[in-house]
T-cell receptor, first 112, second 114 residues
Framework: DQQVKQNSPSLSVQEGRISILNCDYT??????FLWYKKYPAEGPTFLIS?????DKNEDGRFTVFLNKSAKHLSLHIVPSQPGDSAVYFC???????????FGAGTRLTVKP | NAGVTQTPKFRVLKTGQSMTLLCAQD?????MYWYRQDPGMGLRLIHY???????AKGEVPDGYNVSRLKKQNFLLGLESAAPSQTSVYFC?????????????FGQGTRLTVV
């Protein structure tokens, strides 16, 4: 029972364009959402997060949007750079440290 | 500044063998976690610990045991390895707090059970 779903296994965009990664969740108790980035042979690293009391959080080129009614969040990367090529995991939690659920990941490729 | 270090990075086991994965963190974090990553499944929590001497089951605990004898170390044990435990294992740590804060992950251990 996957409570967090990333339905696009892969995404390819041109350098300089916008990358949009999507994530859907089913548990209405989730109130904290995170995005992690993972390069090959490395562990995931934290990228950006958002609390359910907000609908947008921005950090440089990265913006996360949250639509609670649709149980949907998205990560926007503008402009995309080749160094952004990685697997991106969406994660959600009720606020406890033991119940974070991860999506299966989306592999982003940014072409020069 | 090592962060979270996992040992070993790779391992091949025969069915029925046992092994221990070691995780060490130097950030003085209270919370530590063990995840496994499988294709199409994302990361799933195996066990976690909210402090020295405490452990608890996560989402997929069967076939694994853990110990947290020292704050900086979190060990994951497989008593009798099965092919279904072939996976990439990640350890993570995070500071305490009611809300999830970002977790810091190790580089992973690729385990193959044949």
């Amino acid at each position: 029972d996957q409570q967090v779903k990333q339905n696009s296994p892969s995404l390819s965009v041109q350098e300089g364009r916008i990358s949009i990664l999507n994530c859907d969740y089913t548990n209405s108790m989730f109130d904290y959402f995170l995005w992690y980035k993972k390069y090959p042979a490395e562990g995931p690293t934290f990228l950006i997060s958002i609390s359910s009391i907000k609908d947008k959080n921005e950090d440089g080129r990265f913006t996360v949007f949250l639509n609670k009614s649709a149980k949907h969040l998205s990560l926007h990367i503008v402009p995309s750079q080749p160094g952004d090529s990685a697997v991106y995991f969406c994660a959600a939690s009720t606020g406890n440290n033991n119940d974070m659920r991860f999506g299966a990941g989306t592999r982003l490729t940014v072409k020069p | 500044n090592a962060g979270v270090t996992q040992t070993p990075k790779f391992r091949v086991l025969k069915t029925g063998q046992s092994m221990t994965l070691l995780c060490a963190q130097d950030m003085n974090h209270e919370y530590m976690y063990w995840y496994r990553q499988d294709p199409g499944m994302g990361l799933r929590l195996i066990h976690y610990s909210v402090g020295e001497g405490t452990t608890a089951k996560g989402e997929v605990p069967d076939g694994y045991n853990v110990s947290r004898l020292k704050k900086q170390n979190f060990l994951l044990g497989l008593e009798s390895a099965a092919p279904s435990q072939t996976s990439v294992y990640f350890c993570a740590s995070s500071p305490p707090g009611l809300k999830n804060t970002e977790a810091f992950f190790g580089q992973g251990t690729r385990l193959t059970v044949v």
